[in-house]
């Protein structure tokens, strides 16, 4: 089952917001409004992520999944200074370009 939190659901929707053509936007949002309602959406309130020392540099978002990844989560992304950040801090991340360009990560 999917884990997300709200901050990173409201990054998604300002992405979609004008980043494809209305068709392709359309199916998009058909399809991250069906990975909503199958997920599990964690609330941590920002005023307890600010206490991350790496807020400033990651930002509010970033420090929501670094919760998850501290509560057992296994982190999906392609953010790179993310993944330096939770490798760093020996917590379970995939990297989307590794799994994509293996190669180049081997």
């Known amino acids: 089952?999917?884990?997300?939190?709200?901050?990173?659901?409201?990054?998604?929707?300002?992405?979609?917001?004008?980043?494809?053509?209305p068709p392709f936007r359309k199916q998009l949002a058909d399809r991250v409004q069906a990975l909503i309602r199958?997920?599990?959406?964690?609330?941590?309130?920002?005023?307890?992520?600010?206490?991350?020392?790496e807020i400033g540099r990651l930002g509010l978002s970033d420090c929501a999944v670094i919760d998850l990844a501290r509560r057992g989560c296994t982190v999906l992304t392609d953010d790179r200074p993310l993944v330096l950040s939770l490798h760093a801090q020996q917590l379970r991340v995939l990297y989307l370009r590794a799994l994509r360009f293996p190669d180049e990560y081997s």
Do not use: Q
């Open 38 to 53: 199958s997920s599990d959406e964690r609330f941590v309130p920002g005023h307890k992520l600010g206490r991350n020392h």
């Open 1 to 21: 089952n999917a884990v997300t939190t709200p901050h990173i659901l409201a990054e998604v929707s300002n992405l979609l917001d004008g980043a494809l053509a």
